[in-house]
């Protein structure tokens, strides 16, 4: 096998197994609620959870998971899925959470931060009096990063 094919077939095993990974790891997260006395989903993930300064408010039985949104930007129908979502009515706040696996957090940065920008800008259309504040979690080191 050329040296070219054989390092095409293992780019391509590479992008199918982090895809699965990753696929596999937004299902773990999604089983996952945290309240003040207990912790239902897998074990590692909820302490990871649990001792990261401000992201269990995102895990809490009121936050939604997987939550569709779509409308219009600049002329363009965007439809995308929320992994995390917490409304919080009494303060009138939104918080957006989007989970990322890379271990290269700049590589698709500007990506990411233009999705969660699009998310904010939907979200606030439809809480126009809300403050909104966008997230990712990155799930190689469970860093907690402000985005918005």
Known sequence: MSSKLSAVLSNINHQDYATTAGRDMHKKMQQIIITATEAIGDTEICDKIIHTPNLSRF????????????????????????????????????????????????????KYFNQLTEYTLLLSEIYPSYKISAYILWLHDFELEQVI
Request: hydrophobic share 35%; proline share 4%.
């Open 59 to 110: 895990f809490t039985p009121d936050s939604k998971t997987e939550v569709p949104i779509a409308g219009h930007i600049n002329n363009h129908f965007i439809s995308r899925r929320i992994d995390r979502l917490v409304i919080n009515d009494t303060e009138k706040t939104v918080y957006i959470l989007d989970y990322k696996t890379d271990a290269d957090k700049l590589t698709f940065r500007d």
